[in-house]
Structure formats: structure tokens, C-alpha cells
């Protein structure tokens, strides 16, 4: 708070002390005092109002842990060939600045021939945990890329929501994803 909603405050609070000597003392029923008591409780509840938007346009920051495992998935279509997998485990290092995220992320597939996938994130994140951004694949001759929307537990330990992006044959796939912490182990 600056000087002059601390001196408001200060003002405030001396000068209620004041009015509530004078209700004690019996005058109570003097219109100036009423007035006085009436105008009181109207700067009070703007000093509460303006505690509260300053906490509404204020941005709370989230700390994110800095290295997860990871599990994507995606549910297989007709057109999947045999060594297509539902599902990637890697790890994921992540950096944060502010509300920005940046990281870089591995994995492998479960399928019968595994695939090794490895890519970057970047994006977001606001004080309600919702974790926003876009991820690339940066293998050579790899042009996968999309977004993605998370939400940080009440833990703050593992984040989980939906990936999407393009995929081979140009279709576009979505899933699940989930982060989980490995920065306590």
C-alpha cells in the first residue's frame, strides 16, 4: 500500500476509536455523532472494497516443481499401424520465470517397437494452476507440434489435463496428459 491509503487507513481506525469513546460515554443519540458513526463504516467498506480489487487485479504466482514424470496418452484409431502406442512415459524439466514455463521433455512409447520422443514446452501458468502452452517435437524430420491445458493439484505436486496436435497423415490426435513430481525423490 502507498502513503496515502495507509494514512486513509490510519484515519480511519483513529478516528472510529474516537466515535466509539463517544457512543461509550453515552452520546449515542446526537446527530452528529450518528452521522459521524454512518460515515465510518462507509469508509471502512471502502477500504475493504479496495483491499479486495487490489487482490482481484493482483496476480497471484505459482510455483511449479521443476522435473515430473510424464505419461501422455491417445486413444488408437483403425488407422494406426502395429508399433502406434496409446501411451508415452518420459521425464519432463521444467523452468519458470514469473507465470512464464519453458522445459524440455523425453519419453518412449509402450508399444511392441518403441518410438523415443523428445520435445519442448513453453507457456503459462495463472494463479488459479491452470498450466497453458504449446509443446514441438524436436527430433530431426519430426513436425509434431500442438497445445496444451493443465491444472496444478491442490498439492501443487502433479498437474493432469489434455493435450492436442497434428500426428503423421495429417490428422490431429488428443489425449491426457499428466505431470507428476520427481523434484522430492
Given amino acids: 500500500m502507498g502513503f496515502v491509503p495507509v494514512l486513509i487507513v490510519d484515519l480511519v481506525v483513529a478516528f472510529g476509536s474516537s466515535l466509539l469513546v463517544a457512543l461509550v460515554q453515552g452520546r449515542g443519540d446526537d446527530p452528529v ?3 459521524a458513526f454512518a460515515a465510518f463504516f462507509v469508509g471502512a467498506l471502502l477500504i475493504n472494497r479496495q483491499e479486495a480489487i487490489t487482490k482481484m487485479i493482483t496476480p497471484r504466482k505459482r ?12 486413444d488408437a484409431d483403425e488407422t494406426d499401424s502395429g508399433d502406434a502406442s496409446p501411451s508415452v512415459e518420459g521425464e519432463l524439466r521444467l523452468h519458470q520465470a514469473n507465470s512464464y514455463i519453458w522445459g524440455k521433455g523425453d519419453g518412449k512409447s509402450s508399444a511392441p517397437i518403441p518410438k523415443r520422443f523428445e520435445y519442448r514446452v513453453s507457456g503459462s501458468v495463472n494463479g488459479e494452476g491452470l498450466v497453458e502452452g504449446t509443446w514441438r517435437s524436436t527430433r530431426k524430420h519430426a513436425n509434431y507440434y500442438g497445445h496444451f491445458q493443465l491444472y496444478l493439484s491442490h498439492a501443487g505436486t502433479s498437474l493432469e489435463g489434455k493435450w492436442m496436435g497434428n500426428a503423421e497423415g495429417n490428422r490431429v490426435r488428443m489425449g491426457i496428459w499428466r505431470w507428476d513430481s520427481i523434484d522430492d525423490e
Fill in 33 to 35: 455523532v450518528r452521522a
Fill in 63 to 74: 510455483r511449479l516443481p521443476s522435473r515430473f514424470r510424464t505419461t501422455w496418452t491417445y
